[in-house]
């Protein structure tokens, strides 16, 4: 029964808990819950505080937040690491945000663009070097339609003023040039970068592009990265049912459409904690409304339609019928195929900030059961919002460290994981199904009426896949 599930689980969470020192524990306890009642007085869970130190967390910095996530994106900017090599390179090609376009030409998002930082710019400053080098990437690349001057943890700890280089520059190069102080120590996860990556495009772009008219059904993404083509899937839907979708923020788009995503009747927002304050900001500021929603999976995105379809008149709901009624067959057949091979299976998930309460209902639709759900820097609201998307006796943990992970997983036996690279072969090792819920595992898209057979596929393939049954961890030889 579930009252059973759950005082199991709460017990689980005492038992993993017990090896650290009484402070930790403490600290640790309040991060991790189990879902008890649909009201869910009981069930807050502390999130957006800082690790404890000497505890593996697999957050990421400020600057990934800013520079993988909310800028790197964006396809006819040329993006500075500011600082030294590592964290360019580290953070180079590896989010799979998809864009189109002449690489070289408008596409800039395959390249790494950095100052190098020496030990004399550290001990001199850096900013001589930075002019330089925003000098020398317009020169090879005079396409370029912005520079973006991402900093790293050294710029911020120097006192190093890219401000007033990017005035400067800007004036120069009659280009936005663009200073994000972005610096790896910011805060406490990457949810800071986005907050930050956020600010600039407030105070550097939106607004001051080339006015347009705003159509009827003009709409905005907000919040989707392109991951393996997400964008792209959900934007067929949005286009199918008579939407005009003309900015997506930032998968595959360009700095226009950053200026201009005020200019449309309806910003809809699927990554709400990356950009929920770009939403708001343009709420206030310019009247833009705002709806969030999701397309994981036939049920979330039938929800979403009639949603967004309703804020429209007429002729868009009509569309949607139809959009919906033109997959139904299509998507019932995919449940066919693999429901059976996938009913009952339980999954535990970990990723960011939006995906273990947005992936939900596409497991669902498949007949799989999430058991466990966590986020590495989710705010409170997020916690709150998850609660409507899970069921009792789910146990949720936030930051959840690389040990507690291991244990809930040891002791839940889900038969399947999904997060991370830095926890795949951990669980594949152990003999465990698993899935890159960040990377998609180089598949995808997931979203949309195109992502759900892939995302069908790939989860029964990680699951059903013969191999499990010829490996053996080797400690359990
Ligand atoms: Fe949003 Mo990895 Fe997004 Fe989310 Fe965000 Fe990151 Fe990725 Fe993950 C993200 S923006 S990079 S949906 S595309 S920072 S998978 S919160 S952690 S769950």
């Given amino acids: 029964s579930v009252l059973e599930t759950t005082d199991f689980r709460k017990q689980v969470v005492e038992e993993v808990l017990e090896l650290y020192p009484e402070k930790a ?98 001990i001199y400053g850096g900013d001589k070097k930075l002019e330089k080098v925003i000098e020398e990437v317009v020169e090879l690349f005079p396409n370029t339609k912005g520079v973006s001057v991402l900093s790293e943890c050294p710029v911020g700890l120097i006192g190093d003023d890219i401000e007033s280089v990017a005035r400067r520059m800007t004036e120069k190069l009659k280009l936005p040039v663009i200073p994000v102080r972005c610096e790896g120590f910011r805060g406490i996860s990457q949810s800071l970068g986005h907050h930050i990556a956020n600010d ?50 930032t998968g595959d788009s360009t700095v226009e459409m950053l200026q201009n995503g005020h200019l449309v009747k309806l910003n809809l927002i699927h990554c709400y904690r990356s950009m929920n304050y770009m939403a708001r900001h343009m709420e206030e500021t310019y009247g833009t409304p705002w709806l969030e929603f999701n397309f994981f999976g036939p049920t979330k995105i039938r929800e979403s339609v009639l949603k967004i379809a309703a804020m429209f008149d007429d002729v868009i709901m009509e569309k949607a019928h139809a959009v919906l009624e033109k997959y139904e067959a ?66 949720i943990y936030d930051d959840v460290t690389a040990y507690e992970l291991e244990e809930f997983v040891n002791k839940l036996k889900p038969d399947l994981v999904g997060s991370g690279i830095k926890e795949k072969y951990v669980f594949e090792k152990m003999g465990l199904p698993f899935r890159q819920m960040h990377s998609w595992d180089y598949s995808g898209p997931y979203h949309g009426y195109q992502g759900f057979p892939i995302f069908a596929r790939d989860m029964d393939m990680a699951i059903n896949s013969p191999t499990w049954k010829s490996i053996k961890a080797p400690w359990a030889k």
């Fill in 200 to 249: 600039a495009i407030r105070d550097h772009l939106i607004g001051k592009g080339p006015k347009r008219d705003v159509g009827p059904y003009d709409v905005g993404i907000i919040g989707d990265y392109n991951i393996g083509g997400d964008a792209w899937a959900s934007k067929k839907i949005l286009e199918e049912m008579g939407l005009n979708v003309v900015n997506i923020w």
């Fill in 330 to 395: 299509e998507m019932q057949k995919v449940i066919e195929i693999y429901r059976p091979r996938l009913e009952g299976k339980k999954v535990m998930l970990y990723v960011g900030g939006l995906r273990p309460r947005h992936v939900v209902g596409a497991y669902e639709d498949l007949g799989m059961e999430v058991i466990g759900t966590g986020y590495e820097f989710a705010h409170g609201e997020d916690y709150d919002k998850t609660m409507a998307n899970i069921k009792d006796g789910t146990l």
């Fill in 25 to 122: 524990k403490k600290n640790r306890r309040k991060h991790i819950t189990v879902k008890e009642n649909n009201e869910c007085s009981s069930c807050a869970v502390k999130s957006n505080a800082k690790t404890v130190p000497g505890l593996m967390t697999a957050r990421g910095c400020a600057y990934a937040g800013a520079k993988g996530v909310v800028w790197g994106p964006v396809k006819d900017v040329t993006h500075i690491s500011h600082g030294p090599v590592g964290c360019g390179f580290y953070s180079w090609a590896n989010r799979r945000n998809l864009a189109e376009g002449e690489i070289g030409v408008d596409n800039f998002v395959p390249f790494l663009f950095t100052t190098d930082f020496q030990e004399s710019d550290i």
